[in-house]
């Protein structure tokens, strides 16, 4: 009789398994994919780094060596430098990953037979790029020959390629990785904890209450959210203590810039909640979507797998996650001392996305009231 009754929970269970479309959505449709976006999308040979030139000798063997470097497929010549100067500067601003610098004797030496310096500046605060272009680098420095001497026997190496590592010389984990695990940390407990507990107030019925109340809904939404802001600012405070104190992770920018932007980044992602806990209509889904949404955020924003590694449409795609840019802003402040200048852009998408989720969750709202 039990296995009866057993059978008969398992039965009715199913049944109401089958008329949920979110669990029918997230058994058949979101391992798919997810398998087949990923599976595109994660890769770690980093190919087609942006790359800035300073060539002081202007020759056919500076262009020879280019272009053995675009053939690799390895870099992209993005823009030329007309001074050593500009050229710091383009690769301070993320403007480009690698800069070349050619030397003004460059044919004379090769011509001579000597190995002629090539120096090559490397932003290494992505260890994982960084090691890619360096093992590239390294080999064209080996096979590429002067055109002079092209096909004749050499004895060493036509060029040394001289490697300066910039920002995290020493390819150290935690430098890379620890900023962007904060914005992990923020993002999903902010988007869980917003979402899950409207939602829970919508199931117990305190929230229809307020919404019928002369508050506006955006006042009602922005009240919602302030106490999580002060907690995202505690996280905030943890985090980059346990970086500074425990990893030794350089912290080379304005403390008070981290906030500013760590601010709008809350903002984003407690607006997504607001968002998802408007569309859904349990905790349940509410989790489900929240994890939909943030897995995706995860593995695209370049947190693990270097974003320039993906194919171009997932880089796009990347751009519609908000982790994406704020890992971007916490990797330039920790590693790279960036200031606001250099960070206007992921700033504006921040801000942008904040908008368009709020406004998004005050319609949905609006609707449930009417």
Not at 123 to 147: E, F, K, N, W, Y
Not at 245 to 273: E, K, W
Request: with cysteine.
């Amino acid at each position: 009789m039990s296995g009866l009754r057993i059978l008969a929970l398992l039965v009715k269970e199913l049944i109401q398994m089958r008329r949920d479309p979110m669990t029918v959505g997230v058994t058949f449709l979101l391992p798919v994919i997810y398998l087949i976006v990923f599976g595109f999308a994660i890769r770690t040979d980093v190919r087609h780094q942006s790359t800035v030139v300073f060539d002081q000798s202007r020759s056919e063997e500076s262009r020879n060596f280019l272009a053995a470097m675009t053939a690799s497929g390895y870099f992209d010549l993005r823009c030329i430098a007309w001074s050593y100067d500009e050229l710091n500067e383009r690769i301070e601003r993320g403007d480009a990953k690698i800069g070349i610098v050619f030397p003004p004797d460059l044919v004379r030496e090769a011509n001579a037979g000597h190995t002629v310096p090539i120096q090559a500046i490397v932003d290494a605060s992505d260890s994982i790029a960084s090691t890619s272009a360096i093992a590239a680098l390294t080999g064209l420095g080996m096979r590429v020959q002067p055109v002079a001497v092209r096909g004749a026997p050499v004895a060493a190496p036509a060029y040394d390629v001289r490697i300066r590592a910039w920002y995290n010389p020493d390819a150290v984990t935690a430098y890379y990785m620890l900023p962007a695990l904060m914005g992990i940390i923020l993002t999903i407990t902010m988007v869980l904890m917003v979402s899950m507990s409207i939602v829970r107030e919508r199931e117990a019925g305190t929230l229809e209450q307020l919404l019928v109340t002369p508050l506006h809904i955006w006042e009602l939404l922005v009240g919602k959210i302030l106490p999580y802001i002060m907690l995202g600012y505690i996280q905030t405070t943890i985090c980059i203590l346990v970086a500074l104190a425990i990893f030794d992770v350089p912290l080379r920018g304005s403390i008070l810039l981290l906030y500013a932007l760590t601010t709008l980044f809350l903002l984003a992602s407690l607006t997504m909640g607001l968002m998802i806990a408007s569309l859904a209509q349990n905790q349940l889904q509410a989790g489900l979507m929240s994890i939909a949404t943030l897995l995706p955020g995860i593995l695209l924003s370049g947190f693990m797998f270097p974003r320039e590694a993906m194919p171009t449409f997932f880089q796009y795609l990347s751009l519609a996650i908000p982790m994406t840019h704020y890992i971007e802003i916490l990797r330039m402040i920790f590693l790279k001392g960036g200031g606001i200048t250099a960070l206007y852009q992921q700033s504006a998408f921040l801000a942008l996305f904040t908008f368009v989720f709020f406004g998004t969750a005050v319609r949905k709202f609006k609707r449930s009231v009417l």
